[in-house]
T-cell receptor, first 109, second 115 residues
Framework: GQSLEQPSEVTAVEGAIVQINCTYQTSGFYGLSWYQQHDGGAPTFLSYNGLDGLEETGRFSSFLSRSDSYGYLLLQELQMKDSASYFCAVRPSWGKLQFGAGTQVVVTP | GAVVSQHPSWVICKSGTSVKIECRSLDFQATTMFWYRQFPKQSLMLMATSNEGSKATYEQGVEKDKFLINHASLTLSTLTVTSAHPEDSSFYIC???????????FGPGTRLTVT
């Protein structure tokens, strides 16, 4: 079967660094993406890793290790507006996305 | 660019009635559109994939006669929930993809409540 595991919730203070891990098991793999979703809103694309290594986009970075079926999203210099759900999503086949259960990030003052 | 809209943003309907949700790509042509359902505090579950001009492909466990999908043009796909029941109450989100590109652009979602 196919599955993705990520923590359900993470709490951190403003200015801190948070790492959200994602492990996956899929029959096919075309890369790992990360999405942010605020309550009641649409998912917005954050990053994509097709190859092993680190991708950096501003305060957010994402890492992939295909041999370990593992990736993470790193949120630096946390801001209150970063409070949201973060989903990892694998591409099990061309064009499709399969989402993890999501990690609720709570940023406190 | 890459804006996807959905209409309505929320709808309340009585049990047994049908509801149509529209998904439009505003500034690009979407060869493929996806329909997801999301229950509170849960993940997005893919319901079906629709390609312009052809029949939708439904994921396992999704009733195609209950969730009718039409992708009549490169900018519009519709999802009709037929004979809605309270358990169909959910957040329905569409996304659109351009031919040859992988990334999906998501609409703002439609909150459906069936009473």
């Amino acid at each position: 079967g196919q599955s993705l595991e990520q923590p359900s919730e993470v709490t951190a203070v403003e200015g801190a660094i948070v790492q959200i891990n994602c492990t996956y098991q899929t029959s096919g793999f075309y890369g790992l993406s990360w999405y942010q979703q605020h309550d009641g809103g649409a998912p917005t694309f954050l990053s994509y890793n097709g190859l092993d290594g680190l991708e950096e986009t501003g305060r957010f970075s994402s890492f992939l290790s295909r041999s370990d079926s593992y990736g993470y999203l790193l949120l630096q210099e946390l801001q209150m507006k970063d409070s949201a759900s973060y989903f990892c999503a694998v591409r099990p086949s061309w064009g499709k996305l399969q989402f993890g259960a999501g990690t609720q990030v709570v940023v406190t003052p | 660019g890459a804006v996807v809209s959905q209409h309505p943003s929320w709808v309340i309907c009585k049990s047994g009635t049908s509801v149509k949700i529209e998904c439009r790509s505003l500034d690009f042509q979407a060869t493929t559109m996806f329909w997801y359902r999301q229950f509170p505090k849960q993940s997005l579950m893919l319901m079906a994939t629709s390609n312009e001009g052809s029949k939708a492909t439904y994921e396992q466990g999704v009733e195609k006669d209950k969730f009718l999908i039409n992708h009549a043009s490169l900018t519009l796909s519709t999802l009709t929930v037929t004979s809605a029941h309270p358990e169909d109450s959910s957040f329905y989100i569409c996304s659109a993809r351009v031919r040859g590109l992988y990334e999906q652009y998501f609409g703002p979602g439609t909150r459906l409540t069936v009473t």
